[in-house]
């Protein structure tokens, strides 16, 4: 996997922050309370969820990893994508993340869950609440999952967004959390697209709506100024709840074995 990663030619010279997102969206369709969703079964190789709005350009990622399934066809597709994920983190310098392999893919589409469940970049902080909240997850675990937009870029051909959040998109840190508070922030649209996004005094970064709310709302903004000012609790805890983003809806056995998606 470390070897499909750079790519000189693309956007900035790594596919490992796309790969990473196809992970997170693999495993961003999770739903606690219904278990349905999730990185088990790689639903996204189906309708609708491959045609999700959100998965636009994610085939960039998949067909990267293809000749990797094709070469190793023992692995799963739901292990090889939420695997890449890791791996990609790991090679833009985030420690080491937990995985555990066993998903097992679906052979039909009958449990790809509804389209809608991926988070949206234009709302409000109570979206963030009600579709990480959906998946399990508490506010210091969003802002943490959150601090990965010190990665990759958005695309107006993909989103209809444009830009990068962090001078330097392929490297593992903190940043995010820093520029977000010590730049200043001004609504602005892509042009080409018309979609409203902050642009900071440059204009060489970029913030979603969702993110800016997480230095608007208090109760995340507590734990943006903890992992801002204090990187090596922000590794640790990134890595523990990366962990457990990809074993969202993966029940197993006494032995281990991960059962079928229900
Ligand atoms: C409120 C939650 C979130 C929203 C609304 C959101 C939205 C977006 C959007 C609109 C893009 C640009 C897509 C494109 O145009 O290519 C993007 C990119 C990205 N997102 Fe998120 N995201 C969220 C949470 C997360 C989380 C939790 C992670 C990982 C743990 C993540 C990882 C990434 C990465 C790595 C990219 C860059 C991909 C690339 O460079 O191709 N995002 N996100």
């Not at 990185?39 to 998965?55: K, L, V, Y």
């Not at 840190?173 to 508070?181: A, E, H, I, P, T």
């Amino acid at each position: 996997i470390r070897s499909i990663l750079p790519q000189p030619n693309y956007d900035d010279g790594s596919l490992a922050p796309i790969v990473l997102r196809l992970a997170w969206h693999c495993c961003a369709t999770y739903d606690v309370q219904t278990k349905t969703g999730g990185s088990n079964g790689a639903t996204m190789r189906f309708i609708p969820e491959i045609t999700d709005e959100g998965n636009t350009g994610l085939e960039i990622a998949r067909n990267a990893l293809e000749p990797i399934k094709q070469n190793y066809p023992r692995i799963s597709y739901s292990d090889l994508w939420t695997l890449a994920g890791k791996i990609a983190l790991e090679s833009m310098g985030c420690p080491t993340i937990p995985w555990k392999c066993g998903r097992v893919d679906c052979l039909t589409s009958d449990k790809v869950p509804p389209n809608g469940r991926l988070p949206f970049g234009d709302k409000a902080a109570s979206h963030i609440r009600s579709t990480f909240g959906r998946m399990g997850f508490n506010d210091q675990e969003m802002v943490l999952l959150l601090g990965a937009h010190g990665l990759g870029r958005c695309h107006k051909k993909f989103s209809g967004w444009d830009g990068k959040w962090t001078q330097d998109p392929i490297k593992f840190d903190n940043q995010f959390y820093k520029v977000l508070l010590e730049e200043d922030w001004q609504l602005g649209v892509v042009p080409e697209t018309g979609r409203s996004q902050y642009y900071n005094g440059d204009k060489s970064l970029m913030m979603l709506n969702t993110d800016l709310e997480l230095i608007r709302d208090e109760q995340f903004a507590k734990w943006v100024r903890v992992y801002a000012y204090n990187q090596s609790l922000f590794f640790k805890d990134f890595c523990i709840v990366f962990g457990k983003l990809l074993e969202l809806g993966i029940e197993r056995d006494s032995g281990e074995n991960v059962l079928l998606p229900t």
